[in-house]
């Protein structure tokens, strides 16, 4: 594919009018690309490169962690579609650390990318670099995590969140087959992501609308009686928070007879430390009912062995593709709508939806994709035979596919 020619190179902005063409052009903010257009020469006035002079068209991408798998995959497949387009691809990986993020981002700013896709570490400390990406002209797509509190966000690509957590809420129902029993009362615990990643309240939220009116019922038991997303949060998703907060919670609540029955974990890294804390503390003896999401190659393997009761798959690709697809848009000028979808020609569904993603100043266009529920019984089916993401192994393990 030919990219089309770079229609503006540098602008000259003179902070006096730099003010009226903020907010002159906050409405259009909302949905694309700052129109900039040159300014009067003045002592004041400083250099925004917009668009490189080189005629290089780079992307510049700052994934939050290089430490858990979904995300390593997100920036290689990120990188290679973007590059098969004839893209040049500046990726960057935060280590989880806010600071690094925002530093990265600048950088690539001042470096001259033309379009910055971000998966942030926090979704509300990222302000202030948005509107340096504002002022020179570069439009920024939120890449799976929502950035908040800024209106120059150009578009959100993520999956279906709330969707998500009702999968893992509807799972715990169906296994323990709540609709079912009659005086039969189950144990479950609660463990969520990291409060400052916009998704993991729509993950809890989405379980939870499945599972409290269990427990207003009186069905589901929370021993712990940790059951508000802050309590029962996960700074940085961490394996060993949730394992260690896990320890605790069995020690204190479970070290007699009491059974744990279930324990919603949002995501696959959290869901490990779960295990381990129950392999390592639990003496109950039955198997402990455990969600999680990304079907990481680890959690994979647990979920044949059991340890992991189900999974959530969310295809990287296809959250790659869709990326693409908004990006190159932004680029051309475009203005984010359904008609996108429809022109793209996607082999799969994605919603546009206008409605659901207020990040505090404006309302999102987001792009949602659809995540699937995985067990052990359709886990082959699904993911290598239906998606060829995974490959089967010798060992019978399941290895992302090449
Ligand atoms: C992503 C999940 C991931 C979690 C931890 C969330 O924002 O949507 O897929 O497991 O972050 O990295």
């Known amino acids: 594919m030919v990219l089309s ?6 602008y000259l902005i003179a902070p006096i009018t730099l003010s009226l063409m903020v907010s002159a052009c906050s409405t259009a903010s909302k949905t694309s690309a700052p129109d900039n257009t040159a300014q009067s020469d003045t002592d004041d006035t ?31 497949n990120l990188k290679a579609s973007f590059e098969a387009l004839g893209y040049e691809v500046d990726l960057h990986y935060a280590g989880n650390l806010i600071d690094t993020q925002i530093d990265a ?12 896709v971000i998966g942030a570490v926090d979704g509300l400390s990222l302000g202030k670099v948005m509107e340096r990406a504002y002022e020179a002209g570069i439009p920024v797509v939120a890449y799976d995590r929502l950035i908040c509190n800024t209106e120059y966000v150009s578009a959100y690509v993520s999956f279906d969140n709330y969707q998500v957590g009702r999968l893992q809420g509807e799972y715990i129902k169906n296994a323990l087959e709540l609709d079912k029993v009659t005086g039969k009362i189950y144990n479950i615990e609660f463990t969520a992501g990291d409060s400052v990643d916009n998704n993991a309240r729509f993950f809890f939220d989405g379980a939870m609308d499945v599972l409290r009116p269990y427990i207003d019922k009186g069905t589901l038991n929370v021993p712990s009686g940790q059951c508000d997303f802050y309590t029962v949060s996960t700074s940085q998703w961490s394996t060993e928070t949730a394992n260690v907060r896990f320890q605790i919670l069995i020690g204190s609540y479970y070290s007699g007879d009491r059974k744990l029955d279930a324990v919603l974990c949002s995501n696959d890294s959290t869901s490990i ?31 044949m062995d059991g340890r992991q009761s189900m999974d959530v798959y969310k295809n990287l690709a296809y959250e790659a593709g869709v990326t693409v697809m908004v990006v190159d848009s932004l680029y051309h000028g475009e203005v984010m709508s359904q008609s996108l979808i429809d022109s ?27 995540p699937v529920e995985i067990t052990s019984d359709n886990m082959v089916q699904e993911l290598v035979d239906n998606y060829g993401t995974y490959v089967l192994s010798e060992d019978g393990s399941l290895q992302v596919a090449e």
């Open 5 to 10: 020619n770079r229609h503006y190179t540098r």
């Open 46 to 76: 400083r250099i925004v490169d917009t668009h490189s002079e080189d005629g290089i068209d780079k992307i510049g991408i700052s994934m939050p962690t290089q430490y858990l798998e979904r995300w390593t995959r997100d920036g290689n």
């Open 105 to 116: 981002i600048y950088e690539m700013i001042d470096d001259g990318v033309d379009v910055l």
């Open 273 to 303: 430390g779960v295990q381990d804390a129950i392999r390592d503390s639990y003496n109950g003896g039955n198997n402990v009912v455990i969600t999680g999401q990304d079907c990481d190659v680890e959690n994979l393997r647990r979920l």
């Open 344 to 370: 793209w020609n996607l082999d799969y569904e994605c919603v546009y939806d206008t409605q659901s993603y207020d990040n505090g100043k404006i309302v999102v266009p987001a792009f949602l994709l659809e």
